[in-house]
C-alpha cells in the first residue's frame, strides 16, 4: 500500500484548505486511515481517522468542529477538509492506512498504522 497526501499550503488563521490522501489500490472495505500531524518540536499527533467500510469517524479534541474526514472509494481518496484553520494547527499532516480485515472500526493511535505517506505541510499564519 502506497499513500500519497497532498493539499497543504500556507493560509491565514480562519480560512479552509483540503487535504487529499491518494493510496494504491486496496480495499476501503479493510483498511481504516488515519490524519496525524507533527509540529515543529512536538509529538505526533492524531487527527481523524475513517473506519474501514465508512461506518464510522473519529477526532481528535483539538480538531473537533472543524475538520471533517471522507473517503471517495471509486477514486482510492480519502479527504480531510479542515476549516476555521488556527495558527496552532501548523504541522506536517501525514496520512496512514491500517489493515482492519473484518474488525470494522478506527483509533487515532499512531502505533495501530502499517503504511505511511510522506506528509504535506500545512501553515496557517496569525
Known amino acids: 500500500v502506497q499513500l500519497q497526501a497532498s493539499g497543504g499550503g500556507l493560509v491565514p488563521a480562519g480560512g479552509s484548505l483540503r487535504l487529499s490522501c491518494a493510496a494504491s489500490?486496496?480495499?476501503?472495505?479493510?483498511?481504516?486511515i488515519g490524519w496525524f500531524r507533527q509540529a515543529p518540536g512536538k509529538e505526533r499527533e492524531g487527527v481523524s481517522c475513517?473506519?474501514?467500510?465508512?461506518?464510522?469517524?473519529s477526532y481528535g479534541d483539538s480538531v473537533k468542529g472543524r475538520f471533517t474526514i471522507s473517503r471517495d472509494n471509486a477514486k482510492n481518496v480519502v479527504y480531510l477538509q479542515m476549516n476555521s484553520l488556527k495558527p496552532e494547527d501548523t504541522a506536517v499532516y501525514y496520512c496512514?492506512?491500517?489493515?482492519?480485515?473484518?474488525?470494522?472500526?478506527?483509533?487515532?493511535?499512531?502505533?495501530?498504522?502499517?503504511?505511511w505517506g510522506q506528509g504535506t505541510q500545512v501553515t496557517v499564519s496569525s
Open positions: 496512514a492506512a491500517e489493515y482492519r480485515g473484518s474488525n470494522y472500526g478506527c483509533l487515532i493511535t499512531e502505533g495501530r498504522y502499517d503504511y
Open positions: 489500490t486496496f480495499s476501503s472495505d479493510y483498511y481504516a
Open positions: 475513517i473506519s474501514n467500510g465508512d461506518i464510522m469517524t
